[in-house]
């Protein structure tokens, strides 16, 4: 769509930004028409990593892209971990700690669909102190009385099946940091008790075939807690990502290495490791897992061939892009957890921009995204210069006065990977 950016009004821009975000992170995609402009994209952008063959972090580099790369969609509303908010309300709903592990990994699966379904692109680099905040209203998922999935289309596309309660989950993110780059979040469904939050920092290096992604230095993982579960804590540590398929032009994840989930509270632990892809061949994006008892005073067991068999209670294998399967050792029974291909991401309800305030993504990135959807790249790129030399100002500024940076939402500093919320963060989160 070619527009003038001098017509793009508020509402207009809402819901071309609304719109975008739902076609990259879904399997609707981009339209046809935009492929040209994908290539061209990607071409430019294959030339740029070339240059950082070797780079041990191109995070590290403060990289500007030329605006013409750039989705036009913050980091903030586009990095989320919470793409199946219905999965994430019903973590806490059964009475068994093993099916609330269970539980746990089922959401974790699910909260970054938009890789499995969605076409990757590189949003904004977020500024110090920028905002994003989101709710969804959804219904807890289906199931019967022996934990099996009931597939409902309806629920399965938007996270609501009919005639079933809906529960509202909130999101905050805050950009705490700008070198390094750190982002803290914060997810809540204070009606079930659920909560998720986490600090988001990441290193990103290119090998010539795949550009490798890990978790920073602060990023210890995604800590769950289940208030009505006497505070029942779970951590979740991150694998890596492998952004592969450069040499084809059509890039894809892969996931490597493993994730590690533990419950202090429970005495349970899960050890997930992903399948390493060979060269020749379509990727499987296969996966092992084994959930066990551990002893939270005594943990030194990281990879699943350490793991005593006579300590295991279930059995998790599949391919994280499409069915995931549980066996309980108790039971002997296998069956289905999850079934990634029939999911779409939940979209994102957000305020008008309109009602936002100065450090929100969307008003930030405002005259950006207007020129960007206009396909003004000129423009585009004279506004996102403005905005970063506005940055280095205001850092120049609290240099020269010994200031240091103050979130609105969180505590600062994070200790562990834990963010804390503030007075103004809870009220953010209501």
């Known amino acids: 769509m070619d527009l003038d950016s001098t017509e793009i009004n508020d509402k207009t821009l809402d819901h071309l930004i609304s719109e975008r975000h739902r076609r990259i992170t879904t399997s609707l995609h981009l339209e046809e ?60 709903d059964s009475d068994d700690p093993l099916e609330r592990m269970l539980a746990s990994i089922r959401w974790w699966f699910s909260k970054d669909l938009k890789y499995v379904k969605g076409k990757l ?46 529960y509202r989950v909130t999101c905050i993110n805050e950009q705490i940091s700008h070198h390094p780059p750190v982002s803290a979040f914060y997810y809540q469904c204070e009606e079930k008790g659920v909560s998720a939050y986490g600090i988001d920092q990441i290193y990103a290096k290119f090998t010539g075939t795949s550009v490798k992604i890990g978790p920073g230095e602060q990023n210890k993982g995604i800590y769950i807690n289940l ?34 989930v533990t419950c202090p509270k429970t005495k349970l632990k899960a050890i997930i490791e992903y399948k390493e892809e060979k060269w020749l061949g379509k990727p499987k994006f296969a996966f092992e897992g084994k959930i066990f008892k551990y002893d939270p005073k005594n943990d030194d067991i990281n ?110 500093p994070v200790i562990n990977g834990k963010p804390e919320l503030k007075s103004a963060g809870i009220n953010a989160l209501k």
Not at 54 to 70: H, N, T, Y
Request: aromatic share 10%; net charge positive.
């Open 33 to 92: 028409n935009d492929y040209d402009e994908h290539q061209s994209k990607f071409k430019t952008l294959s030339g740029l990593l070339k240059n950082f063959i070797g780079v041990k972090d191109i995070v590290s580099l403060r990289i500007s892209l030329p605006a013409q790369l750039l989705e036009p969609i913050g980091n903030l509303e586009y990095w989320n971990y919470n793409d199946r908010p219905d999965y994430f309300v019903c973590i806490g």
């Open 121 to 166: 692109v590189k949003p904004y680099n977020s500024i110090l102190g920028e905002q994003f905040s989101c709710h969804w209203d959804v219904t807890s998922p289906n199931f019967d009385n022996k934990g099996n999935f009931i597939d409902d289309r309806e629920s399965n596309l938007s996270g609501i099946s009919n005639g079933n309660q809906k």
């Open 227 to 260: 208030d009505k579960r006497d505070n029942e804590e779970y951590l979740l540590t991150h694998p890596v990502a492998l952004v592969q398929g450069w040499l084809k032009a059509s890039l894809y994840i892969a996931v490597g290495e493993s994730c590690i």
């Open 303 to 412: 990879k699943l061939k350490n793991v005593n068999d006579h300590n295991v209670v279930a059995e998790i294998t599949g391919s994280w892009r499409g069915q995931v399967h549980v066996t309980r050792c108790d039971t002997k029974v296998s069956r289905l957890l999850l079934d990634m291909e029939k999911l779409e991401a939940v979209p994102k309800q957000v305020k008008p921009l309109s009602q936002q305030g100065p450090l929100e993504s969307r008003k930030v990135w405002q005259p950006v995204s207007s020129a960007l959807f206009s396909k003004d790249y000129a423009k585009a790129t004279k506004e996102k210069q403005i905005i970063e030399e506005r940055q280095r100002q205001k850092a120049s500024e609290r240099k020269t006065n010994k200031q240091e940076f103050v979130s609105v939402f969180f505590k600062l």
